[in-house]
């Protein structure tokens, strides 16, 4: 039973957030945690979109929206902020990306400030997942298109022409039919026109 | 009326039309901290009401039930403000004779638990031993809460009371309570304790304590060789540990408003008791 903490105030994070924090094991314990973390937080922030193990990037997510949160709840003029800032952005120059770009960028946004997706990870190998980790409102193109429905997709391409094939099937087998059908009227009728049909099907 | 506005043949020159003032573009703000709600204070005097910061232990349904127990309980008996570092008087139903009382006065040591579970621990030394009671804070047995002097300490939690002189956590069982001026800020007791020598019951070398005032001379070199490795000095920067320390502070605004009403409905009680305490009679000192 612990009490919550009440020297600090905190905004929420917009995302999922384990009970406990993840140990990325590495020879120097916690200290080397924090510092495998600082420079994935550091790469996010310089290029905005990553390509890290799914872990550290889930850990090193969490720590770029707590960074980014903070620098829009206190600004640039509280120095424990700034001090934080200094801390985790191993750069200095993007000390001045945090406060002058992002902050602006997301100080109105009611989503989270990053996106985590899960990559694809290479058939024979250890059994690592990847993740592209990137910040929202980067400029790359999407990793994921806004139109489901794109005419040239390769899949939509592949359906179309499968719709294609199997149309002109059935219009194939409903002539058929067709010609099946009306056999035995005329064969009732007129006898004569009924064989000619028959040699041009055997012909 | 409606003629003044269509002078169409009028021989007066229109007034010639300023060019549209550029309106003072709105100077962005320097950003300070955004204005915090005001009941978001509570969260120092009733820390109880927030709930467990570990997922796990969370249950929004208990939590709430919880508070409305509290808020009922709060209502019975006054329990006041109070932090780690005051001076407190509890009397408590003795369970061992009937209708009988027993009293208690010492310092808060510890503060813990939430909820109904919130406890509190008082230490004293009466004739030479050192004494410590742990307090259920909604503990219905309670007959009341006195706070003799409202202060703070350096520390958060003062277990090293139990190794420093006894006489920093010797305080009179006859104690009079001493009244702060409405309105003024908490003071904070800056005394710094001396220890006993060694043994102890904690490293206290080891945990950055700021109320202690001789503790270099007790330390030994590998004392302090230790104390420099087991340093963490990270730790202040990890962000994500103190989040989840704490509640985020949309869920305690939320929890707030739920009881502001009430907790100051309970406020002016106490205020309106205190004033009617100030005109009663002084007691007649004898000797």
């Known amino acids: 039973m612990n009490q919550a903490d009440v020297s600090k105030l905190v905004s929420k994070l917009r995302i999922k957030v384990k009970a406990e924090h993840r140990n990325l094991r590495n020879p120097k314990g916690p200290e080397g945690r924090i510092d495998k973390l600082r420079k994935t937080v550091t790469g996010l922030i310089k290029f905005e979109r990553i390509e890290v193990n799914y872990n550290r990037g889930d850990e090193a997510r969490q720590y770029a929206e707590r960074l980014i949160s903070e620098a829009i709840r206190h600004g640039d003029c509280h120095t424990p902020t700034m001090k934080m800032a200094d801390f985790w952005l191993l750069e200095k120059e993007l000390v001045h990306k945090l406060f002058k770009v992002l902050v602006p960028r997301f100080e109105n946004s009611n989503v989270s400030f990053t996106k985590m997706y899960k990559a694809p990870k290479p058939q024979y190998s250890r059994n690592l997942e990847k993740a592209v980790l990137e910040l929202r409102g980067n400029p790359y193109p999407d990793l994921f298109t806004k139109q489901p429905n794109n005419r040239l997709w390769i899949q939509n391409v592949l359906l179309e022409a499968a719709k294609h094939d199997y149309r002109q099937s059935k219009y194939a087998e409903i002539a058929q039919n067709m010609a099946k059908n009306e056999e035995p009227t005329q064969v009732n009728s007129e006898a004569p026109k009924s064989e000619i049909i028959e040699d041009i099907k055997t012909q | ?287």
């Open chain 2, 1 to 287: 009326m409606i003629f003044l506005e269509f002078r169409a043949l009028s021989t007066l020159p229109e007034r010639v039309e300023e060019p549209p003032q550029e309106e003072p573009k709105e100077v962005p703000q320097r950003r300070g901290p955004k204005s915090t709600n005001p009941i978001l204070e509570h969260r120092h005097i009733y820390p109880e009401f927030l709930p467990d910061p570990n997922p796990k232990w969370r249950n929004s349904l208990r939590e709430k039930m919880e508070r409305a127990d509290m808020l009922k309980r709060r209502q019975q008996i006054d329990i006041p403000e109070f932090y780690v570092g005051s001076i407190l008087a509890v009397t408590i139903a003795d369970p061992h004779a009937q209708g009988k009382t027993n009293k208690f006065v010492g310092i808060c040591i510890e503060r813990k638990g939430c909820g109904l579970r919130a406890e509190f621990t008082l230490r004293n030394v009466v004739d030479h031993q050192g004494l410590e009671v742990r307090y259920d804070l909604y503990d219905p047995t309670i007959d009341k809460i006195q706070v003799l002097r409202l202060e703070k300490r350096l520390d958060d939690k003062l277990f090293y009371l139990r190794d420093a002189l006894p006489e920093y956590s010797t305080f009179p069982l006859d104690m009079d309570p001493e009244i702060l001026p409405e309105g003024t800020p908490v003071p904070v007791n800056p005394l710094k304790v001396k220890l006993k020598p060694k043994p102890w019951l904690e490293r206290w070398e080891r945990q950055e304590l700021k109320g202690i005032a001789n503790i270099e001379q007790y330390l030994t070199t590998t004392n302090r060789l230790n104390r420099k490795l087991r340093q963490t000095p990270w730790e202040k920067f990890d962000l994500m540990k103190q989040y989840r320390k704490t509640i985020p502070m949309e869920e305690q605004s939320d929890i707030w408003s739920e009881v502001n009403n009430q907790l100051q409905q309970l406020q002016m009680a106490r205020k309106k008791m205190a004033r009617k305490r100030t005109f009663t009679a002084p007691k007649t000192q004898l000797g």
